[in-house]
């Protein structure tokens, strides 16, 4: 089966095919941040599904370069910068280090380029100048340059490729701000903002006179200087569709004539506990706000995967503790095969070619325009077919290593990482206490009470996997070395508690 993907420009599903005249390489810009705060939930939605895009590609054998621009110059931004006193670099290395730590903690594969708009005002220059040259462009009193969309149109362009909307229904319902009242119509929209006081330090030199690049422009230049004038993949969240998008299209068809990007991908919104996340409903949330409440980036990662990209998801608190048992069920069932395989063989000197059935069933469905669904479904079917072989104590040690390897192969688009490589009754360092599904908190014990140490929580940890697994005379063993270790292990109806004997 051949990847097929929804193309917002065609409305249709279509089988994704690279311009490479070998067919080999991809080329993938993602729509980036605006490094003025720290991301929220329903951004990383956005970049999840960017990384599942990319990982997807990869998976298929395609050599992939992802783009992602940074936005480092915005009003927004520039507004924090002037509240703040602060410098501009100063103030968006902030959030944009904290955006990769984020992309890190969320395991996405890093983009291989991630431009900054202010070290490409060269080329987002040159843009503007050969829209100007073409026409398309014009000057306005206030010294700002806009992009016309009637010049545009006059020349046999479409503006309004993605919406397909008649185009004077576009735009009706949009404001026209305050330091745009110079253009010619209230659709233009500005390449360069001529600087005004309250830019305060941040403008650039141009030949159109000082000022700073407007944002859409910013994408078209940097995706055009990575990826060439035309590329294969434009991704987004759909309230990037308009204005951004169309105006990405806009400005870089009516610079170079050619046309900008064959597949555009765009995900749905999120929601948070059922309603559009606001700060005011309580139910906003940024990546660093679920960890502060015990979650690990791979749960909320399997969360955000849990749904198919073109469909609005609710996020909530269950949903998180729902993707906490389905990762404590895989890893419990990944650390049985490392037990079985490493009962007469040391699997990790043993190489294995993984399971094809499997890895097609899973194949097929990320073809099926990504659908995740699917795909989950695949996994745990077999999952649910290994636990049943290895309760039955029929699964060979060999079977093993070849279940391993298929795992290894499946999580190349999942990206949850467990580590395989240590030995099966160590915890993964990475998922702590939190990964076998412990109740939240069970970390931190009970407050004003001491908290276990490390070795502790491992041991009660290994206890849980053991009553899982039935296994127990080993569990009893775990809670007699946790007492000789000064700490007792009680049950209650939330899980276990730790004591300090
Ligand atoms: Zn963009």
Not at 51 to 70: Q, S
Not at 320 to 344: D, P
Not at 484 to 491: L, T
């Amino acid at each position: 089966m051949a990847l097929k993907l929804f193309n917002t420009l065609s409305r249709s599903v279509q089988e994704f095919t690279p311009l490479d005249s070998t067919g080999k390489k991809v080329g993938l810009y993602c729509c980036g941040p605006t490094v003025y705060d720290f991301a929220h939930i329903g951004n990383w939605r956005t970049f999840v599904f960017g990384d599942l895009v990319r990982r997807t590609l990869e998976f298929k054998g395609y050599a992939v370069t992802h783009v992602m621009n940074i936005t480092d110059v915005e009003d927004k931004i520039i507004k924090r910068v002037r509240e703040t006193k602060t410098s501009l670099r100063e103030f968006t290395g902030q959030y944009e280090a904290a955006f990769r730590e984020d992309l890190k903690t969320l395991n996405c594969r890093l983009p291989h380029h991630t431009p900054r708009a202010t070290e490409h005002i060269a080329e987002i220059i040159s843009l503007i100048e050969k829209l100007l040259q073409r026409g398309i462009a014009y000057q306005a009193a206030d010294g700002s340059v806009y992009f016309s969309i009637e010049k545009y149109r006059g020349g046999g362009c479409t503006y309004g490729q993605l919406l397909k909307l008649n185009f004077d229904e576009l735009r009706t319902g949009e404001r026209v701000k305050s330091d745009e009242y110079a253009k010619e119509s209230v659709a233009d929209f500005a390449l360069w903002k001529a600087r005004v006081p309250e830019d305060g330090d941040v403008f650039w030199p141009g030949p159109f006179g000082e000022g700073r690049p407007g944002w859409h422009i910013e994408c078209s230049a940097m995706s055009m200087k990575v990826l060439g004038e035309s590329f294969d993949l434009h991704l987004g969240g759909e309230d990037l569709i308009f204005p951004h998008h169309e105006d990405e299209i806009a400005q870089s068809e009516g610079a170079t004539g050619k046309p900008f990007v064959k597949h555009w991908l765009h995900g749905a919104h999120l929601l948070v506990e059922g309603k559009k996340m606001s700060k005011s409903l309580g139910n906003f949330f940024t990546l660093r706000d679920l960890l502060a409440r015990g979650f690990t980036g791979r749960e909320i990662r399997c969360l955000l995967l849990s749904a198919h990209y073109r469909e609005t998801f609710n996020f909530t608190l269950e949903g998180l503790q729902g993707a906490r048992t389905a990762m404590a069920r895989i890893k419990e069932c990944l650390i049985k095969l490392i037990e079985v395989a490493e009962s007469t063989l040391k699997y990790r000197d043993v190489t294995a070619s993984p399971d094809t059935v499997t890895l097609n069933k899973f194949s097929n469905a990320l073809d099926d325009d990504l659908n995740i669904s699917k795909a989950w479904g695949v996994i745990f079917e077999w999952i649910r077919v290994l636990n049943r072989t290895i309760a039955q104590g029929k699964l060979s040690p060999e079977q093993s290593i070849v279940a391993i390897a298929t795992w290894k192969k499946l999580d190349k688009v999942l990206g949850l990482n467990f580590d395989l490589k240590i030995p099966a009754r160590i915890i993964d360092e990475t998922v702590h206490a939190q990964g076998i599904g412990l109740p939240v908190g069970f970390a931190a014990s009970i407050e004003g009470e001491e908290v276990a140490p490390r070795e502790i929580i491992e041991l009660a940890e290994e206890r849980i996997l053991a009553k899982r697994a039935k296994d127990f005379k080993y569990a009893d063993s775990i809670r007699e070395q946790i007492k000789s270790k000064g700490w007792a292990i009680e049950d209650t109806p939330k899980g276990p508690k730790l004591k300090k004997l």
